[in-house]
């Protein structure tokens, strides 16, 4: 149990200073941008599909730009926006607690100041790092500092129109239908926001429901109790998930994967410098690859603590180099056969992670198949084909979609997508690390594209202009 100090009064002077600092660097602070209306119906600027802390970050940065006709959905209530109370299973952070992101800057807003108003100094310089429901607990507090609400709302279809708008569906929390309208749409949905988590057919088809999660579903480990669980994966999820299960009380875990060996070296601390994370998205095609090919291929490894949450327990068995030959269900009980033997389990979660595949998204349903993908536009030498990395769309260096053929989809310039599918074209993955570089490149895209496409009003508004800073009345009167 952390030992908290007077929180209240120090959130609140801390608060203050918040306010105190945006205002200080709030200059120019003249609303700008055009408002626009479709029969009577107001139009906004940009709805972000997503109130995470990417979601968060962007209409942030947005509002400093002073772009405030924002929307932000997300189709979860607001205190369970991300993952972080619901599927992410890890104690902490797997990130070093020194990142920064969210604040954008601003010293009074970082994760450091928030948690040592509430826990003390000494507190901040004795953690290793920051605990998963702790960071979930600061990203409502920047939220609500900063005065960004979300709406309840599942998009279900992005429309475009005919004059250049977009029409976003969504099914309101209560089930009610909504209809928005807006210039730009950003999707910050998060690591399956271009794509759909992955269980492999082999185990979908041959499982009943009720037998089998993913990792990123909702599991009730308690029901797990005394049962013996098979986990598929080695990545860094399936630990975690495996770990819940040793601690919920399972018989035993056993955890599968066709690797031979564990990742050790992990390649996104390699990453985490800010000449790669800014400038990534200018490199040419052929090096953007090359970086992304080393990177997937590296592997990520599970953290050292989540490894020994499971190493920890005497009745927890890694199987490696064991890939599933095949799966069955008899009596009840899953019967799975593998290179080191057939093993029987009341329960499998599969940490099969996720799948890149437009289609499957239904918000992109109507053009998924007008956007590019890299496999579209880049055609690497031999030897260095990845059909993985061929499947993500290929972005602007601003997160907007493109068209495989030119000119023929222009509303997909008013699409923006902060997933991890951005990672091949601009290194930033819907993760922290690289929030506070992505989210700059991203608003800036917004702001220009609103900035260019109401020139001319800005133009007239110039002409028009006739606010008097001098008065020589004094000095004219004396001359007479």
């Not at 626009?36 to 209409?59: E, F, K, L, M, P």
């Not at 972080?84 to 954008?104: E, I, Y």
């Not at 996104?268 to 052929?286: K, S, T, V, Y």
Request: net charge neutral.
């Amino acid at each position: 149990m952390l030992a908290t100090t007077d929180t209240d009064s120090d959130l609140r002077q801390l608060e203050r200073r918040v306010r105190f600092e945006l205002d200080c660097l709030g200059y120019p602070t003249r609303p700008w941008v055009v408002p626009r209306s479709r029969n009577g119906t107001a139009v906004h600027d940009v709805i972000i599909v997503g109130g995470g802390q990417s979601g968060i970050a962007i209409a942030f940065r947005l509002l400093r730009e002073r772009i405030s006709n924002v929307r932000v959905l997300d189709r979860n209530p607001p205190d369970l926006a991300g993952p972080w109370r619901r599927f992410a299973r890890m104690h902490t952070l797997r990130t070093p607690k020194n990142v920064t992101g969210p604040d954008l800057g601003i010293p009074s807003l970082s994760a450091r100041a928030w948690w040592q108003a509430r826990f003390g100094e000494s507190s901040w310089q004795q953690l290793g790092k920051i605990p998963r429901e702790r960071w979930h607990d600061y990203l409502l507090w920047v939220k609500n500092t900063i005065g960004i609400a979300s709406s309840e709302a599942e998009v279900t279809d992005i429309e475009p129109l005919d004059d250049g708008l977009l029409a976003v569906h969504a099914t309101k929390g209560d089930g009610t239908a909504e209809r928005y309208l807006t210039r730009n749409v950003v999707l910050a949905t998060g690591i399956e926001g271009s794509g759909h988590w992955f269980v492999p057919s082999m185990i979908a088809d041959a499982l009943p429901r009720h037998a089998y999660a993913h990792t990123a579903d909702a599991i009730d480990f308690t029901a797990l109790r005394g049962k013996t669980v098979a986990v598929i994966g080695a990545g860094a999820s399936a630990f975690d998930n495996a770990a819940m299960a040793l601690e919920s009380g399972a018989a035993s875990v056993d955890l599968l994967a066709r690797r031979r060996q564990l990742p050790t070296i992990n390649p996104n601390r390699w990453m985490e410098f800010a000449g790669f994370l800014r400038h990534f998205g200018d490199l040419d095609d052929a090096r953007k690859w090359r970086f992304m090919q080393l990177i997937f291929e590296m592997n990520q490894p599970p953290p050292q603590d989540t490894f020994d949450r499971c190493s920890r327990h005497a009745n927890f068995l890694m199987r490696l180099g064991c890939p599933l030959q095949g799966v069955d269900f008899v009596d009840g009980r899953i019967l799975l056969t593998h290179p080191q033997g057939p093993g029987a389990f009341d329960f499998l979660i599969a940490g099969t992670g996720f799948a890149v595949d437009l289609a499957t998204r239904p918000e992109l349903a109507r053009f998924h198949d007008r956007i590019a993908r890299w496999s579209d536009l880049y055609q690497p030498p031999a030897g260095e084909q990845h059909a993985a990395l061929g499947a993500y769309p290929y972005l602007s260096p601003s997160f907007q979609f493109t068209a495989k053929a030119p000119g023929s989809a222009p509303y997909l310039a008013n699409i923006f997508s902060y997933t991890f599918a951005a990672m091949p074209s601009l290194a930033c993955s819907a993760g922290i690390s690289a929030l506070k570089f992505g989210v700059e490149r991203i608003v800036t895209g917004i702001s220009r594209g609103l900035f260019v496409e109401d020139a001319d009003v800005h133009l007239q508004s110039l002409r028009d202009y006739a606010e008097r800073e001098l008065d020589v009345t004094a000095l004219t009167t004396r001359g007479n």
